[in-house]
């Protein structure tokens, strides 16, 4: 036999506290965020009017869009009564549309 010391691990210690990587928290500071509103809409997505006479599109347009120019999008929103918007009658009661592109 051989007198060969044997290694002696006795007072060796370890201590494990996670295999997980440690990271850096995230940061946020930069981050930023905006609400216009958050009131949600309700209702109709449109409204209607009774056509008076002598009223045209582009008036009525002018009425409820603030601009003449919003007319097709009446005359569109109301393709199943109207075939010709130069030619709306009163009495006739015409969606029009809350979204004016």
Known sequence: MTN?????FSGVTSKVDTT????EKADFS?????VD????KVGDVEQTYTVQKGDTLSAISKQFYGKASGWNAI?????????????????QVLKIPLDNA
């Not at 060969?4 to 002696?8: H, M, P, T, V």
């Not at 930069?30 to 905006?34: C, H, I, L, P």
């Not at 005359?75 to 009495?91: K, S, T, V, W």
């Open 4 to 8: 060969e010391k044997k290694a002696d």
């Open 20 to 23: 997980e990587q440690k990271v």
């Open 30 to 34: 930069g981050v930023t965020a905006r």
């Open 37 to 40: 509103s958050t009131e949600e």
């Open 75 to 91: 005359f569109e929103a109301n393709r199943d009564q109207l075939d010709d918007p130069d030619r709306i009658q009163p009495g």
